[in-house]
């Protein structure tokens, strides 16, 4: 199964058929867990995060990409609520959803080999192949 990309998903509910947006919401939520994403987050991010990272309360910069990275994928792959993500990766309140949501589409606008996006797209590739 392919995941859909940002942009796909966004010209689906553009076309306002919400019988195929249903179909296609359908077809994204899959069996995967939020451990499932911090796993390919910490095989991914190897050698920058602590084993223990999603349990650490620190705001280094690696750490905080990483729990973006995570609130991202879950928010917009599987369905979760808000309040059960921010609570599994990083402890905060759901408002931080939005904050991650922001940082990430930033990040998508940058160039296509920078560090950041290629670390999310490793995340997302390892994710596609886990539930192929």
Request: a positive charge; hydrophobic letters at 40%; zero cysteines.
């Amino acid at each position: 199964m392919k995941l859909l990309t940002e942009q796909e998903f966004n010209q689906i509910k553009q076309t306002k058929n919400f019988a195929t947006y249903r179909t296609a919401i359908q077809k994204e939520v899959t069996s995967m867990s939020l451990a499932m994403i911090a796993d390919a987050i910490q095989k991914v991010m190897a050698g920058k995060l602590p084993t223990d990272w999603l349990a650490v309360d620190d705001r280094a910069k690696e750490l905080m990409y990483a729990r973006h990275y995570g609130r991202y994928i879950a928010y917009m792959y599987t369905k979760y609520s808000g309040a059960d993500i921010t609570r599994y990766f990083g402890g905060r309140d759901h408002t931080v959803i939005y904050n991650s949501l922001k940082v990430i589409r930033a990040i998508g606008k940058t160039p296509i080999d920078d560090p950041r996006r290629v670390e999310i797209g490793a995340i997302l590739d390892l994710l596609n192949q886990k539930i192929k």
